[in-house]
């Protein structure tokens, strides 16, 4: 067996070529390449899909972010709750519209925001909460909804890594009041270049953000607010309504090799495996273990043939782009030690069984050796 990457889309798109190429030829043919039918079309399909009333396609995940605060007009002097271990594009949305972010450290199990700290991180100037459904398990959404209900604070979920996952049967995506995800190649339901999508059950945001997307502009060259171009064009969106017709399928293939690493890795000492919360379902957009001397793995599993990538190795507060608010090693322990000791394995459609068993006996072998 040769090397095993850490993410191959070749089975995925080949598996569906056909279909692709059968949504290109329909867009080329249209020559209607900027808000049309197929964004129409897709937005329809994905509010099914998500059990929402509206979802409105935008060029990707943080722009997705961005127009979820601007439409709830969050800004300058207003502070936003973030967890401590989230990717980089969480903050930035925050701190793009001029807010501040705040961050609170997740449980050690899940990885998820902890509902239990974030009352203590509450001040009058707090207006939205911003769970991050990490690596793609749920968040514990209940519980967060109650306590953004009782401070009459905003929720604004990213669920950029967890299309497919839900808390106690309701999807994520569809719990706070506007919610972002991404379409990055990468991520679970993923275009073939840039996209994302706000999603909401209301509908005076929905048009804002429909507003916000294209110039803001409801009627072509009437302005009503200073807007963007934050649009999905019509290949995307065509693109996007494929897989999402695949997605159930594929995100159980996902939830099948998370089984087969978990059967293999469970036992195993100095290995950390996820640990999913009986009220979540985890779509496992990575699968991520722990370990201790999870560097000398990560660079002898690369000898070995086998990629792995490291989500996250500085958690925000600690990036260069973000000295400026005052944060120090130490200050944030949970998400130091994740990003120490954190290793993703490779999960992607068409990964088999004999591979990740060989992934797994690799993974004992050096560990052992430790
Ligand atoms: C990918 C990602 C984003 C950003 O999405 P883009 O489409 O790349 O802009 C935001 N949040 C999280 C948690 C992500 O994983």
């Known amino acids: 067996m040769g090397s095993i990457p850490f993410l191959n889309l070749d089975p995925m798109h080949r598996a569906i070529r056909k279909e692709m190429a059968e949504a290109y030829q329909r867009v080329y043919d249209s020559n209607w390449l900027v808000i049309g039918k197929e964004l129409a079309a897709f937005e329809a399909e994905y509010t099914q899909f998500n059990q929402v009333q509206h979802a409105i396609g935008v060029s990707n995940g943080l722009d997705a972010l961005f127009l979820c605060l601007k439409v709830l007009d969050i800004g300058p002097g207003d502070e936003v709750i973030v967890p401590s271990n989230t990717y980089i594009a969480s903050v930035l949305a925050v701190t793009h ?70 808390w106690k049967g309701r999807p994520t995506g569809s719990w706070g009041h506007i919610n972002a995800t991404s379409f990055y190649p990468g991520k679970n339901l993923g275009a073939l270049g840039d996209g994302g999508a706000v999603t909401t059950n209301d509908a005076e945001l929905a048009e804002k953000v429909k507003m916000y997307r294209n110039y803001g502009s409801k009627e072509k060259y009437y302005n009503d607010v200073p807007g963007y171009n934050m649009r999905l064009d019509e290949l995307q969106a065509a693109f996007l309504r494929v897989k999402l017709r695949h997605l159930l399928n594929w995100t159980q293939e996902r939830q099948k090799i998370a089984q087969w690493y978990d059967e293999a890795l469970a ?12 009220n979540a379902t985890h779509s496992y957009h990575l699968y991520v273990i722990r370990t201790e001397r999870r560097d000398d793995l990560q660079q002898q599993l690369k000898k070995e043939g086998v990629g792995t990538l490291i989500h996250y190795p500085v958690p925000p507060h600690l990036q260069k782009a973000y000295k400026y608010l005052g944060l120090q090693n130490g200050d944030l322990p949970v998400a130091e030690e994740i990003a120490h000791t954190s290793l993703s394995l490779p999960i992607w459609s068409g990964l088999t069984k004999k591979e990740v068993n060989l992934i797994c006996n690799k993974i004992y072998d050096i560990v052992k050796g430790f």
């Open 97 to 166: 519209v001029g807010a501040t972010p705040v961050f609170v450290e997740p449980r050690w199990e899940t990885y998820n925001i902890n509902p239990e700290l974030i009352e203590k991180a509450i001040t009058s100037k707090t207006r939205a909460i911003m769970p991050v459904h990490l690596y793609g398990q749920a968040c514990e959404m209940e519980a967060i909804m109650d306590i953004a209900n009782k401070h009459d604070l905003y929720v604004i979920e990213d669920n950029a890594q967890a299309h497919g996952a839900s």
């Open 267 to 278: 036992s195993k000492k100095g290995i950390t495996i996820p640990y999913v919360h009986p």
